[in-house]
């Protein structure tokens, strides 16, 4: 039976009495934004609140899908009875250059988590920064709000907008590799700034004590307390993901970090700004809405030509039409 | 001697008179934005708009560098001194995954077209696809108003945004090589739309003439001629590009294409898109900048508490900090 037609409120409530088929709906009304999106933020915020959010992230190949599905089995087993189970965001690449290896990696994830008890859901960018900023968030919001707990966040690569949403979770592990150095170079500092947790993957491969002593001598040379705030030094999980060796490990400190938030309040900090990230997110969407809008008043179709005749920059337009908003 | 302190009408005019560090370093400015960013397109645009604007887009490792070398040679051959040269802007990954690769793809090319005559220009994405979307026309304003033409702006990928950045050139060339149609699956629609001229690199391996009939078929598949509007079908040329093989071809290509544009009078329609495009893109600037002041005010930081004590969603927290300019 489709659910197409059935009121919002009650496919809601549907997912609250554990119908998978339910949930999977309202994710992807959630995914579709719009204001079916909206009214699912409105019904599920208030319920929200209560998940670990734990993201992951690293480069291609480096094993993180099976490390998410190991992780999520490894929780499933700790939380036990205690909660509906653990939920997966994968975050699937818009660029098309790697697709198949990485629809290799999730079909390979769903074989070991996607059963009862775990709820693993995929997410396409889309080329959109803006629209998975929005999405994750309230994807997010719809596992919390429905009694997941946790709830991994997997991003695909090390782009910033992967870094920037893997590091709005309450725990982020940053999945290297042997020889990982040289391959993300560019972004080693964003890595370093956002890991709370660092895995050192395919550790049984020559490289894995060299990866390891890079990551400690990064740490040694970031460490940069600030005063009136506590500190925590991202601990190193060698891990062989393939055969699960590391991963009990692995959660021990996911619970470690856990604890930590909660003892220092860093916790509420985070979810004061990852609430910020979004409210920032859906401002842009509004915004965005009224600047299409005038661009394509009479107004705005007026300066364009103007532009065109080369009389106006884009610059001098673009603040033409908005004149009124900038005082 | 340094160009720091020199004003901005000087450093243009010095690079309008040939002096390359003056253009290098407008450039720069224009890659930063800001106000001196904003005085440069004031000066620039009403120069500019003679150009050829070429985008070459397609996967890593397709050899879209030795290509873009290649092609700057024999475009300078071809128009000769009725411009000052070939400009090329390079758009490197703001990914960290394959920097490694990518500089030493531009290295490569630097040393066969970085001399007089030739302008390259690498620009880093830093993660910001509204970043480059203002800061690649404002590139290709500022070397077309000191007389660069052609200017070819070469992407590093096929994602959304980079294919949306080749798509908004004249001509845009999409390089694929053999045995690419799996890798490129899912992005496969928007290279077709985009794609003017085709180029099967790396003719030389087994593959190739496969390529070319999958290409073939998919111009078939794809050619929907629209009422009134003209119609180009894209010609496949076949390069091995480390050998110079086929590149006079495709500059002949380019050539017929541009003849094409200006006889149906799509180049005005094309230039039209590229000048709304960046006018978009400098509207949501400004107003991404009035979203976050507003934030970052009193009610903006009260309505921050209201979603952290979900009392409000972050979607109905917007829309109520929005309220005056949603009417």
Same mark, same amino acid.
């Given at each position: 039976?489709?659910?197409?037609?059935?009121?919002?409120?009650?496919?809601?409530?549907?997912?609250?009495?554990?119908?998978?088929?339910?949930?999977?709906?309202?994710?992807?009304?959630?995914?579709?934004?719009?204001?079916?999106?909206?009214?699912?933020?409105?019904?599920?915020?208030?319920?929200?609140?209560?998940?670990?959010?734990?993201?992951?992230?690293?480069?291609?190949?480096?094993?993180?899908?099976?490390?998410?599905?190991?992780?999520?089995?490894?929780?499933?087993?700790?939380?036990?009875?205690?909660?509906?189970?653990?939920?997966?965001?994968?975050?699937?690449?818009?660029? !098309?250059?790697? %697709?198949?290896? *990485?629809?290799?990696?999730? =079909?390979? +994830?769903?074989?070991?988590? /996607?059963?009862? $008890?775990?709820?693993?859901?995929?997410?396409?960018?889309?080329?959109?920064?803006?629209?998975?900023?929005?999405?994750?968030?309230?994807?997010?919001?719809?596992?919390?709000?429905?009694?997941?707990?946790?709830?991994?966040?997997?991003?695909?690569?090390?782009?910033?907008?992967?870094?920037?949403?893997?590091?709005?979770?309450?725990?982020?592990?940053?999945?290297?590799?042997?020889?990982?150095?040289?391959?993300?170079?560019?972004?080693?500092?964003?890595?370093?700034?956002?890991?709370?947790?660092?895995?050192?993957?395919?550790?049984?491969?020559?490289?894995?004590?060299?990866?390891?002593?890079?990551?400690?001598?990064?740490?040694?040379?970031?460490?940069? !307390?600030?005063? %009136?705030?506590? *500190?925590?030094?991202?601990? =190193?999980? +060698?891990?062989?993901?393939? /055969?699960?060796? $590391?991963?009990?490990?692995?959660?021990?400190?996911?619970?470690?970090?856990?604890?930590?938030?909660?003892?220092?309040?860093?916790?509420?900090?985070?979810?004061?700004?990852?609430?910020?990230?979004?409210?920032?997110?859906?401002?842009?969407?509004?915004?965005?809405?009224?600047?299409?809008?005038?661009?394509?008043?009479?107004?705005?179709?007026?300066?364009?030509?103007?532009?065109?005749?080369?009389?106006?920059?884009?610059?001098?337009?673009?603040?033409?039409?908005?004149?009124?908003?900038?005082?």
């Amino acid at each position: 039976m489709s659910l197409r037609g059935v009121p919002t409120a009650e496919v809601f409530q549907r997912a609250v009495d554990g119908e998978r088929r339910a949930l999977g709906r309202l994710l992807t009304l959630v995914e579709r934004g719009g204001a079916a999106g909206d009214e699912i933020a409105e019904i599920s915020h208030p319920k929200a609140g209560r998940c670990h959010v734990v993201g992951l992230t690293g480069a291609p190949g480096a094993g993180k899908s099976t490390i998410t599905g190991r992780l999520a089995a490894a929780a499933g087993v700790a939380t036990g009875d205690s909660h509906r189970g653990v939920g997966v965001v994968a975050i699937d690449p818009s660029s !098309p250059i790697t %697709g198949g290896a *990485i629809l290799g990696d999730r =079909i390979r +994830m769903d074989e070991v988590i /996607d059963r009862e $008890g775990t709820f693993v859901r995929s997410m396409a960018t889309r080329g959109s920064s803006g629209g998975l900023a929005l999405a994750v968030p309230g994807a997010i919001r719809v596992l919390d709000s429905v009694d997941y707990n946790p709830v991994i966040i997997e991003t695909v690569g090390v782009g910033q907008v992967e870094v920037d949403i893997a590091g709005t979770a309450d725990t982020t592990i940053v999945v290297v590799t042997p020889g990982w150095g040289d391959a993300v170079q560019a972004n080693k500092a964003g890595l370093l700034e956002v890991a709370d947790i660092f895995v050192v993957n395919k550790a049984e491969r020559p490289g894995a004590a060299d990866a390891r002593r890079d990551l400690e001598l990064m740490l040694d040379l970031g460490a940069h !307390p600030e005063p %009136g705030k506590p *500190i925590w030094r991202a601990p =190193i999980v +060698m891990t062989t993901a393939t /055969d699960g060796i $590391g991963i009990d490990d692995l959660w021990s400190e996911v619970e470690n970090h856990r604890e930590w938030l909660t003892e220092t309040g860093e916790l509420n900090a985070r979810r004061q700004s990852r609430d910020r990230f979004e409210m920032l997110g859906r401002i842009d969407e509004l915004l965005g809405a009224i600047g299409r809008a005038r661009a394509q008043s009479p107004v705005g179709e007026q300066l364009l030509k103007r532009v065109e005749s080369r009389e106006l920059s884009p610059t001098a337009a673009a603040a033409e039409l908005l004149a009124d908003l900038l005082e």
